[in-house]
Each structure stands twice: as structure tokens, then as C-alpha cells.
């Protein structure tokens, strides 16, 4: 019951910025939190940045300095500010929305974008 809409992804060359962003819909929660998440070809899926509790931010070592990840709480949106992009950021950028477990809900539960393409080449 939750959609994950995802935009600004593209190609770009070395050293360039791009910025993407995601809007939850449905039945979203209070408690619900929301990130980015990259997979590269033949790569585990890897977590870029995300919004912890109280506004709090976690992000990937590769990615500290270069990216910042924003978000409205009370509207469910996420943005990803990525600059001095790197051909290892080359990936499909998937938003999450994580629902954990509360005294409510006995399983957490993750909802994902349909991913959306970050090329980095010269």
C-alpha cells in the first residue's frame, strides 16, 4: 500500500552533480523512515544514505563529503544531492522506505522504487 516514486537519474561525467529525488504515497506512517540504496552490475545492493530517527543521517563511507541526503518527514519525500560524481557511483539508485518493528507490527518491512539509472563516463 505504499509507492515509491523516483526521479532525476541520468548520465553525467566525472566530477559533475545530480540530484535525486522520491515521494512515498499510500498508507504511510509516522514511524515509517525513509534512504537511497545503490546496486552496481554484479554488486550487492549497498546503502547510499538514509534519514535515521530524530533527523539523523548515515552515509556510506564512499559517499561522505559528496552526497547529502534531505527529506521532509511529513511529507515522505527523500532527495539525494550527489556531487564530484565518480564512475564507481555508476549504479541503479533504488528509495527505500523502512517500516520497523514497533509494539504494533510484529515484522519490519521495506518498500522500494522501481530503481532508477546514475551512469558516471567520460
Known amino acids: 500500500q505504499v509507492q515509491l516514486v523516483e526521479s532525476g537519474g541520468g548520465l553525467v561525467q566525472p566530477g559533475g552533480s545530480l540530484r535525486l529525488s522520491c515521494a512515498a504515497s499510500?498508507?504511510?506512517?509516522?514511524?515509517?523512515?525513509m534512504g537511497w540504496y545503490r546496486q552496481a552490475p554484479g554488486k550487492e545492493r549497498e546503502l547510499v544514505a538514509r534519514?535515521?530517527?530524530?533527523?539523523?543521517?548515515d552515509y556510506a563511507e564512499s559517499v561522505k563529503g559528496r552526497f547529502t541526503i534531505s527529506g521532509d518527514n511529513a511529507q515522505k519525500t527523500v532527495d539525494l544531492q550527489m556531487n564530484s560524481l565518480k564512475p564507481e557511483d555508476t549504479a541503479v539508485y533504488y528509495c527505500?522506505?523502512?517500516?520497523?518493528?514497533?509494539?504494533?507490527?510484529?515484522?519490519?518491512?521495506?518498500?522500494w522504487g522501481q530503481g532508477i539509472q546514475v551512469t558516471v563516463s567520460s
Open positions: 527505500n522506505l523502512h517500516r520497523p518493528k514497533t509494539i504494533f507490527f510484529t515484522r519490519y518491512e521495506d518498500y
Open positions: 534519514i535515521l530517527i530524530g533527523g539523523k543521517t
Open positions: 499510500g498508507s504511510i506512517l509516522s514511524i515509517d523512515t
